[in-house]
């Protein structure tokens, strides 16, 4: 079986319609959600506002966005490769 791959920023971004340079700060720490966002997260990725409101305080979001993204496209992929 494959590797699953990551999504790009553009990709995470059109799926949570956000722009993906913010896309690109969540993902390296430099910028934090705001609470629109973080409902955006929990409709597509299943993640719920509290868990991310603990990797904030955490100061540790910006890991766990990713494995939720990673996560994310794995399941996917299994979908579209049935």
Avoid: C
């Amino acid at each position: 079986m494959d590797q699953p791959r990551s999504m790009s920023n553009p990709e995470v971004a059109a799926l949570l319609h956000l722009d993906f340079t913010f896309v690109s700060r969540l993902r390296t720490g430099q910028r934090q959600p705001s609470i629109t966002t973080l409902a955006k997260v929990r409709e597509i990725f299943g993640w719920s506002i509290d868990e991310q409101v603990d990797a904030i305080l955490a100061d540790d979001y910006h890991i766990q966005f990713e494995s939720q993204i990673d996560t994310y496209a794995a399941t996917h992929q299994e979908k579209a490769n049935v």
